[in-house]
């Protein structure tokens, strides 16, 4: 997943825009988009356990 932080300039104050892929997420700060694109990155590195085919199967 591509991730890109960029500032956008507005009549009324910047905001910053987070761009996963297609999808975006607007903030009124820095500090929000990158506390948010940190929290996402941890996430998605985090281990994933995946349930076993039999289990699935049966339950």
């Given at each position: 997943?591509?991730?890109?932080?960029?500032?956008?300039?507005?009549?009324?104050?910047?905001?910053?825009?987070?761009?996963?892929?297609?999808?975006?997420?607007?903030?009124?700060?820095?500090?929000?988009?990158?506390?948010?694109?940190?929290?996402?990155?941890?996430?998605?590195?985090?281990?994933?356990?995946f349930?076993?085919?039999?289990q699935?199967?049966?339950?």
């Amino acid at each position: 997943m591509k991730i890109l932080v960029k500032e956008l300039t507005r009549p009324h104050g910047n905001q910053w825009q987070v761009r996963l892929d297609q999808h975006v997420v607007t903030f009124r700060s820095e500090s929000e988009a990158r506390a948010f694109v940190s929290t996402l990155q941890a996430r998605l590195q985090a281990p994933h356990v995946f349930p076993d085919r039999q289990q699935r199967a049966t339950g």
